[in-house]
């Protein structure tokens, strides 16, 4: 399966500023995922990454506050925008595996804890 | 009805023993199924698909049930490494697909 490096793993931020994750895989995938887990909570899918076209975001959540770059098959960044402490919760990017209905599933980054103060 | 459903635990059970809880859906139309392992603090890693026929990986074993709309995990010989919240993940695959994450189980195993 692929492996993801996630960026930063944890941060500290002041309420209004912005954050910029960073996910790195080591092999090109064609969508990337991006989840929200917030305390005591499951994950909560943000966006869906595309190389070359804009994300999808779900219901919730928005481009202006949670912008995702994919400049190509490996790498994605999404930013959290405006932060407030509402915002604080554990950040995930994701991969599906090539063949999801038989090998099973996807694959997480390590997360970024953030924490808005 | 929330679109999966787990209980939330904590189970604590002696090590050796054998655990088993369950996963509940709501959407009949659901087509891939799996569980996933998170320990504290760390990211969500695939523990095991869940096929229609069942499925065994050493200790653990998972099966469907699309009847009644629930899959479990059963872990036998429980060991203190399987400590760890066990997530159900259900993907509905439409048009566009849909994870859905349940909230997870919290496992807790007693030396």
């Known amino acids: 399966s692929a492996v993801i490096s996630q960026k930063p793993s944890r941060d500290i931020c002041q309420r209004g500023t912005s954050l910029t994750i960073q996910c790195q895989v080591d092999?090109?995938?064609?969508?990337m995922f991006w989840y929200r887990q917030q305390p005591g909570q499951s994950l909560t899918l943000i966006a869906t990454a595309n190389q070359g076209s804009e994300a999808t975001y779900e219901s919730g959540f928005v481009i202006d506050k949670f912008p995702i770059s994919r400049p190509n098959l490996t790498f994605s960044t999404l930013t959290v925008s405006n932060m407030s402490p509402e915002d604080s919760s554990i950040y995930l990017c994701?991969?599906?595996?090539?063949?999801?209905?038989?090998?099973?599933?996807?694959?997480f980054g390590s997360g970024t804890r953030l924490t808005v103060v | 009805r929330k679109e999966v459903e787990q209980d939330p635990g904590p189970f604590n059970v002696p090590e050796g023993a054998t655990v088993a809880f369950n996963c509940t859906y709501s959407?009949?139309?659901?087509?891939?199924f799996f569980w996933y392992r998170q320990d504290c603090r760390k990211e969500p890693k695939l523990l095991m698909s869940v096929y229609s026929s069942g499925n065994e990986d050493g200790r653990f074993t998972a099966q469907l049930n699309r009847a009644s709309q629930y899959i479990s995990l059963l872990i036998r010989d429980s060991k203190l490494s399987d400590s760890a919240t066990y997530l159900c993940v259900v993907i509905f695959m439409n048009r566009d697909d849909k994870i859905i994450f349940g909230k997870g189980t919290r496992l807790h195993i007693l030396p």
């Open positions: 959407n009949s139309a659901s087509q891939s």
């Open positions: 092999s090109q995938v064609t969508m």
């Open positions: 994701s991969v599906d595996s090539a063949d999801r209905a038989l090998l099973g599933g996807y694959t």
